[in-house]
């Protein structure tokens, strides 16, 4: 039996997922209309408009499984065991390499096909 999770949607959650997606257009708006202004003062109110709008997002059941899916993402890029220096530049220093043995196997190729397109056409 194949059961497929229901993903319920409350009116409230998505009044204020469009109360912040309006919140964000007039932000942007705004920071246009006032042009005139100083620049500093139109960032600071379009970061503070959208710190707002993320607030509101939060809010929502939506925004708390975001949030939740980064966290778990977080704690997933820890566990990662990364690669040391000296594999990082050993690996980089293969991959240079053979871009290079490819580029000149190219070069060489193209060199080829336009010797024998020379000599078929008579340029």
């Not at 408009?49 to 059941?61: E, L, P, R, S």
């Amino acid at each position: 039996m194949v059961s497929k999770a229901e993903v319920t949607t409350n009116n409230l959650d998505t009044i204020k997922l469009a109360a912040a997606a309006v919140l964000v257009l007039a932000g942007l708006i705004a920071f246009y209309v006032f042009a005139e202004q100083s620049l500093l003062l139109r960032v600071i109110g379009l970061l503070l408009i959208a710190g707002i709008a993320a607030f509101i997002v939060y809010q929502t059941d939506l925004g708390k499984r975001t949030v939740e899916f980064f966290r778990d993402a977080r704690t997933e890029v820890r566990k990662v065991v990364w690669p040391s220096r000296a594999e990082t530049t050993q690996t980089t220093a293969t991959v240079f390499i053979i871009v290079i043995i490819v580029g000149i196997f190219l070069w060489l190729f193209d060199m080829l096909l336009a010797f024998l397109f020379r000599t078929i056409t008579g340029i």
